[in-house]
């Protein structure tokens, strides 16, 4: 079992930055899957990012280069570094483990942290 909490969320200009990290607990999470995921109002969780355990990422095409996923196995923390954000990243956005070959199984997640770009 892995327990996930998120942080670094609030509120930013459009254009700005903000950087997510996810605390990982319970064991090391140097053997999974990590990604991020959003939820705007009204709408279904969206993939945003995910980074494997080997560091190969992958992205969504609406973040794909100004996201970047990243892990540090030693602290147990993956991190969001969002770039250029834009209105349309508002939502809350939640951390996930998981496991998989081709397909990622998303076991875990955390509770999320709201993420808000103003115009």
């Known amino acids: 079992q892995v327990q996930l909490v998120e942080s670094g969320g609030g509120l930013v200009q459009a254009g700005g930055s903000l950087r997510l990290s996810c605390a990982a607990s319970?064991?090391?999470?140097?053997?999974?899957?990590m990604g991020w995921f959003r939820r705007a109002p009204g709408k279904e969780r969206q993939f945003v990012a995910s980074?494997?355990?080997?560091?190969?990422?992958f992205y969504a095409d609406s973040v794909k280069g100004r996201f970047t996923i990243s892990r540090d196995n030693a602290r147990n923390t993956v991190y969001l570094q969002m770039n250029s954000l834009k209105p349309e990243d508002t939502a809350v956005y939640y951390c996930?483990?998981?496991?998989?070959?081709?397909?990622?199984?998303?076991?875990?997640w955390g509770q999320g942290t709201q993420v808000t770009v103003s115009s």
């Open positions: 319970g064991r090391t999470i140097s053997t999974y899957a």
């Open positions: 996930a483990a998981g496991i998989g070959t081709i397909l990622i199984q998303w076991n875990y």
């Open positions: 980074i494997r355990s080997g560091g190969s990422t």
